[in-house]
Each structure stands twice: as structure tokens, then as C-alpha cells.
């Protein structure tokens, strides 16, 4: 009977937090004059198609190329966004994981919108971060969340070329492009070594790799780093072109990267960006055959 009692409680307590969260949004909504839909399932959250694109609109089994923001509803906080300097990549059905939850609505919402299209998703706290927030994100307990998407009808080749043109136009540089290997270039000091860089051939460098808002994501500098040419990053491929002593400064898309996987740590977490555009500063100390 005494276990009866405090689960009943504990329903109802969450049932009213729902309820609390319901009321704050739909107040919301119409002072805001928000026209958002209600899931019509009763899960609880809201959308609102803000572009639906255009094309033919997504399945499940379509890849989208996105980026998101998480903000407060009610003060408007952004507690998280997506890099600028990159899109994210995935298969529609497995677009809903953001921050370690499972947001409900984002992939419905995409089942209802084509490629370059942007939406709304807002989350009552339950299906949020919950009472314990984020200490992470600085999201507080019982936050209602927006969830901003932004999906790209372009092809992620000319989003990269879009992220490259953007970066050496605010750093002001002037890069020469690779005709063969589509890879931006400046070279600074051109080596005069007599080995021939080959796919084969062992290379020494010094190295500084950052994504394009300046992160260093990689870096050796105390001529320890060694390694066959043909096991480096195809963005690397330019080198053959290069002796040693040769410093250059290297631009390239993701493709000729890490690509659409990056790279995750021994743990399974990612520790370099998927699709992301890469800045390379390499300085070539020996090469052997």
C-alpha cells in the first residue's frame, strides 16, 4: 500500500512538470505569435518548418549534411552550436542523437522537409536534460530547450569549398590551388633536396594541423614525426611536388581528410571533427627512398 502511495506521488509530480512545461510554451507561443505544431503522437515537444526546401523530401535512409544550435526557449541562452567551420553528416534515421540524447521530432520533422530546409524543435524539460540539466552546458534542471537545424542542399564538396573560400577571405590569404589534388597551397620555402618525394618514401616533417576557426586538432614539432607518404592524409599527396626544406602551408576539403568519419580516441569518442575542412603548416626535414 506504502509503495502504491509514493509511486502514485511520484507520477503525479511528474505528470504536473509536464504539465508546467506545457503551459510555459503554449504561453510562449502565442505571445510570441509562434505558430508551432504539437506532435500530434502526444510526446510532448513542438516544431515549426521555418524553410521546407526543396527536392524531394527525406527518408530514413537518406544521408542530410546539418548543423544545430540548442538554446533556452524562454531567455534565449544558446548553451550549444555546431561548428561554423564544418556541417555534420549522417543518415536521416540517425540524426536524432544531439549532446547524448535521443531529441524526439528531429527525424519525423525531417520525414517532412526536403534538403536545404530549416525547423524548430521545443522540448518540454522531460525531454530535455530532465531535473539534473547539463552541468557541462551550463543547462540548469527543468530548462525548455530549442533545438535549431539547418540542413544544406548542397553537395559536401561545395560546402567545403564554400568553408575554404570563407577562411582565406577572412585571413586575407592568397593561396594558389593544386589543379590535380584540389588542395589549397602556400608555399614559403621551397626545399632543395634530392630524393623524390614518392608514395613509398619516408618523410620527416614538422607539423601544426587546426580546423578552420584555428583549433589545433594535431601537431609535431621536434622532428620526431616519421611515416611513408602513401599511409598520410591524401591532402599530403601535394608533397610529391617537394623536396626537403620545403615549408608549405596546406588547405584542403575533407574529403581529402578524415572525411565523413574523422576519428575517434580509444574510448570511442571523436577526437578529430567529421567533415571538416583542415589547415596544415608542414615543414619538410628528410625524406628517404
Known amino acids: 500500500m506504502a509503495l ?23 504561453e510562449y507561443l502565442k505571445k510570441n505569435n509562434i505558430n508551432a505544431v504539437k506532435d500530434p503522437e502526444g510526446t510532448g515537444y513542438y516544431y515549426q518548418v521555418l524553410n521546407a526546401g526543396m527536392g524531394n523530401v527525406y527518408t530514413n535512409t537518406d544521408s542530410v549534411r546539418y548543423n544545430y544550435s540548442i538554446k533556452s526557449l524562454l531567455t534565449g541562452q544558446v548553451y550549444f552550436a555546431s561548428p ?13 542523437q544531439v549532446l547524448g540524447i535521443n531529441v524526439k521530432g528531429i527525424v519525423p520533422v525531417l520525414n ?32 525548455i530547450l530549442e533545438v535549431a537545424v539547418t540542413t544544406y ?67 609535431s614539432t621536434d622532428g620526431t614525426f616519421k611515416n611513408e607518404l602513401g599511409y598520410l592524409l591524401p591532402g599530403w599527396g601535394l608533397l610529391k611536388k617537394y ?14 581528410g578524415y572525411g565523413a568519419n574523422g576519428v ?14 583542415l589547415d596544415f603548416d608542414v615543414e619538410i626535414l628528410d625524406v628517404t627512398p
Open 4 to 26: 502504491t502511495v509514493i509511486l502514485s506521488s511520484c507520477e503525479k509530480e511528474y505528470e504536473t512538470a509536464e504539465n508546467i512545461d506545457g503551459a510555459k510554451i503554449e
Open 84 to 96: 561554423d567551420f564544418l556541417n555534420l553528416g549522417t543518415f536521416v534515421g540517425y540524426s536524432s
Open 112 to 143: 517532412q522537409v526536403k534538403a536545404g530546409s530549416s525547423f524548430r524543435i521545443i522540448l518540454p524539460s522531460s525531454l530535455g536534460f530532465g531535473k539534473n540539466g547539463n552541468a557541462s552546458l551550463n543547462i540548469p534542471p527543468n530548462e
Open 153 to 219: 542542399a548542397e553537395s559536401q564538396s561545395a560546402l567545403d569549398e564554400k568553408q575554404i573560400a570563407k577562411f582565406v577571405a577572412n585571413q586575407k590569404l592568397t593561396p594558389l590551388k593544386d589543379p590535380e589534388t584540389g588542395v589549397y597551397y602556400i608555399l614559403t620555402q621551397e626545399g632543395t633536396g634530392e630524393v623524390p618525394i614518392t608514395n613509398t618514401a619516408t618523410i620527416t616533417a614538422n607539423f601544426t594541423g587546426r580546423y578552420l576557426d584555428g583549433t589545433v586538432f594535431d601537431s
Open 243 to 256: 623536396k626537403k626544406g620545403t615549408r608549405i602551408r596546406l588547405i584542403f576539403p575533407s574529403a581529402l
Open 264 to 277: 575517434l580516441d580509444e574510448n570511442g569518442n571523436l577526437r578529430i571533427s567529421r567533415n571538416a575542412c
